[in-house]
């Protein structure tokens, strides 16, 4: 121990200490395979502007905003011998055109050919050895539209320091805000010795911090589940749910290195008038439309449908405190929540009355693991409400739920990059290991935007599932009266 106080001191002299990676952070870093990629992405689709809008104008747009997100120019390194946590650290050789690429589709380019191209994109892991994130400037939308597909890693988005890429770019107004004035300069990249030496100092101040690192790095995430019942009195009996096995699904097998991207577009008014008319909350109708999508699915794959049949969602929401929760701006609570969805229902209003009973069910109940909990947990609160639905998700055994429906109510005014008017906006969640499927809902300027990410080789027919979630919808409308 002695020693150990010796190289902590040692380590002070040297200067500032290592900026760690949290442990939920890092164990996305421990946990990604080939076939899982920790990446959060999402599609946008704007109007090119009369000025123009090219790839050196991207460059300069984020280049103006990456003071606002120091992470954005700062990779991952590894402490020798896992004595602790990986640390941030500047990237000397940051090249913001490598991360920030063009690319373009055959004239006039579908929406096919781009949702084609997000799922190869999507299907890559970002290089650990430059900062974890990607942007594309893709041309050649028919139109005249262009689209920016944004990646980044869990691990970047923290909730404390560091935001999505994608959130800055964006602005209210054609004209583009003021940024702050950027006079970066990296710091200098810390030695093994160094790192070690900031580890031993940390191990001094929490001497099992070295014990949990290591185990850390092997740990599967139904751990976390375990420890976050264990931290907060009486939430371990609140995840009783958490305990049952999801149901068997076509959705939950072994999934390969390849995705598919599909979209469903959808209008936010016709998800009032169905709650208005049948009760419950606008995420409520989300979760029933999905359901019905989900029921006709399996019907055209000819798998047995009973009466019983169900898949189970993890559901993370936006909670804003009113009723109509689901068409507010982001903000507010993020909650996750574990629903079977009644896909053996075939009437699609008594669909929506059981998802209703079982989500008020659940907030009656404290059946829900809430972001401002979590946070006081440390590494649950992310500021982009997708990324910080994908993180409350897979810090879950993925045995527990069939798929992750993640639904992120967005600003209903429009927005611009750099005069480019957004004209959607798709989310693009990460595949948990044996889950073939993720769906993220985003609604925007009146429209409620699906965006569906595929294992390539288990659901070779997504493009199919995104149509019937707005024949879902239209269902639902038709029960309305007129």
């Known amino acids: 121990m002695v020693l150990w106080h010796q190289i902590a001191l040692t380590g002070r002299r040297l200067g500032r200490m290592a900026d760690r990676l949290t442990a939920l952070d890092a164990s996305f870093l421990y946990l990604e395979q080939p076939t899982t990629p920790m990446h959060l992405g999402g599609v946008a689709v704007l109007r090119r502007p009369k000025s123009g809008f090219d790839h050196q104008r991207l460059i300069e747009l984020i280049e103006q905003r990456l003071a606002l997100v120091p992470r954005y120019r700062q990779k991952v390194k590894n402490v020798p011998a896992h004595l602790a946590r990986p640390v941030w650290v500047d990237d000397p050789d940051f090249d913001i055109g490598y991360h920030v690429r063009r690319s373009a589709l055959p004239k006039p380019g579908s ?22 994130w990607e942007v594309y400037l893709v041309e050649g939308l028919a139109k005249n539209r262009i689209a920016i597909i944004t990646k980044t890693h869990h691990a970047m988005v923290d909730g404390v320091r560091a ?37 031993a100092g940390e191990a001094v101040q929490r001497p099992g911090e070295v014990v949990d690192n290591v185990r850390t790095a092997a740990m599967d995430a139904a751990s976390t589940v375990r420890r976050v019942g264990i931290a907060v009195g009486g939430l371990f009996d609140a995840l009783r749910t958490a305990m049952r096995a999801a149901p068997g699904s076509p959705l939950n097998v072994p999934i390969s290195t390849q995705r598919r991207f599909a979209v469903a577009r959808t209008a936010l008014e016709d998800y009032k008038l169905v709650r208005a008319a049948h009760g419950g909350t606008v995420n409520d109708v989300v979760l029933a439309v999905v359901s019905g999508a989900l029921r006709n699915w399996l019907l055209s794959r000819g798998e047995p449908v ?27 609570t993020v909650s996750a929540y574990l629903v079977d969805l009644p896909v053996g229902e075939p009437n699609a209003v008594v669909r929506l009355h059981h998802v209703s009973h079982a989500m008020r069910g659940h907030q009656d109940s404290g059946q829900s693991v809430g972001a401002d ?24 055994s993925q045995r527990i739920y069939n798929l992750v429906v993640t639904n992120v109510p967005g600003p209903q005014v429009p927005l611009y990059a750099a005069g480019a008017r957004l004209l959607e906006m798709f989310a693009v969640v990460p595949l948990s290991k044996n889950q073939g499927l993720s769906i993220g809902v985003t609604s925007y300027d009146g429209g409620v935007y699906f965006g569906l990410n595929a294992d390539r ?26």
């Open 111 to 132: 929406d096919a050919q781009l949702h084609e191209l997000v799922g190869r994109l999507m299907s890559r892991q970002l290089d650990r050895q430059r900062p974890l």
């Open 373 to 396: 909990v979590l946070v006081r947990l440390g590494g649950f609160a992310p500021p982009t409400m997708h990324a910080l639905g994908a993180r409350v998700a897979n810090g879950f």
């Open 306 to 332: 009973t009466g019983s049949t169900a898949i189970r969602a993890m559901a993370p929401v936006t909670v804003r405190g009113g009723p109509d929760a689901g068409a507010q701006p982001a903000g507010g």
């Open 163 to 199: 935001m999505d890429i994608g959130q800055i770019m964006l602005d209210i107004t054609p004209t583009p805000r003021n940024a702050p004035e950027d006079l970066w300069l990296p710091r200098p990249e810390p030695g093994g010795l160094q790192l070690m030496v900031d580890a």
């Open 457 to 482: 080789d288990a659901l070779t027919d997504v493009d199919g599932l995104a149509s019937m979630i707005e024949e879902s919808l239209e269902e639902l409308t038709g029960t309305v009266p007129r």
